[in-house]
């Protein structure tokens, strides 16, 4: 099933990431629209499934950026909203996520 069935009617994407950035134990790709915050991925070998995390941005009261490591810099974004979202991966990417989550802010 595409991402675009996941959205809303009149529902606009405003990012994607790149990469993959990491979400408890899994890995996801990051969109932004301007309704939500989606984390979607594609699971499975031979029969494809979709795993889809969201959390509306109106449900947002704090945004939080960290970096951690000296060599590889970890980027650590934490939503504060109904509940609390803690998503990692390679500082660039996840700095990135947080610029664009400011305009909600």
Do not use: C
């Amino acid at each position: 099933m595409p991402l675009e069935d996941y959205l809303t009617p009149g529902e606009q994407i405003r990012f994607q990431s790149r990469g993959g950035v990491h979400f408890g134990k899994s890995r996801y790709h990051v969109i932004i629209t301007d309704r939500r915050i989606l984390l979607y991925a594609r699971r499975g070998l031979w029969a494809q499934n979709d795993e889809v995390v969201t959390q509306k941005t109106d449900d947002l009261h704090g945004v939080k950026y960290s970096e951690q490591g000296i060599i590889e810099k970890r980027g650590i974004i934490t939503l504060e909203g109904k509940t609390r979202m803690d998503l990692w991966g390679p500082a660039i990417e996840i700095k990135t996520i947080y610029q664009q989550m400011m305009a909600f802010m």
